[in-house]
């Protein structure tokens, strides 16, 4: 049906920058929204940031201003997050989201990443 593949997570200093990459693949339809969660060991998953197919963003007060989120592709299936200024409080997994119609939904489903780490620390 529908894949979410991220890329782009690591290891990474206090101060330093990353850039996650998500691409929506399969018999799409449609994509609305899109957007980066993350979990913490311990904690619930919350989100960082999304963007709607019109380019409206939102985004979590603790990454506001280090964060951006951004959409690419011919039916805008791939979604970037640039990470700047990361602290070791953003260490968590990161998910890809995508609120997606494929040819098998009659509307539009959410559908998740895999998941890539990120850990901020020196």
């Known amino acids: 049906q529908v894949q979410l593949v991220e890329s782009g997570g690591g290891l990474v200093q206090p101060g330093g920058s990353l850039r996650l990459s998500c691409a929506a693949s399969?018999?799409?339809?449609?994509?609305?929204?899109m957007g980066w969660y993350r979990q913490a060991p311990g904690e619930q998953r919350e989100l960082v940031a999304a963007i709607t197919s019109d380019g409206s963003t939102n985004y979590a007060d603790s990454v506001a201003g280090r964060f951006t989120i951004s959409r690419n592709g011919a039916k805008k299936t791939v979604v970037y997050l640039q990470m700047n200024s990361l602290k070791p409080e953003d260490t968590a997994v990161y998910y890809c989201n995508g609120q997606i119609r494929s040819i098998y939904d009659r509307n539009a489903n959410n559908y998740w990443g895999q998941g890539t780490q990120v850990t901020v620390s020196s």
């Open positions: 399969g018999s799409i339809i449609s994509v609305n929204a």
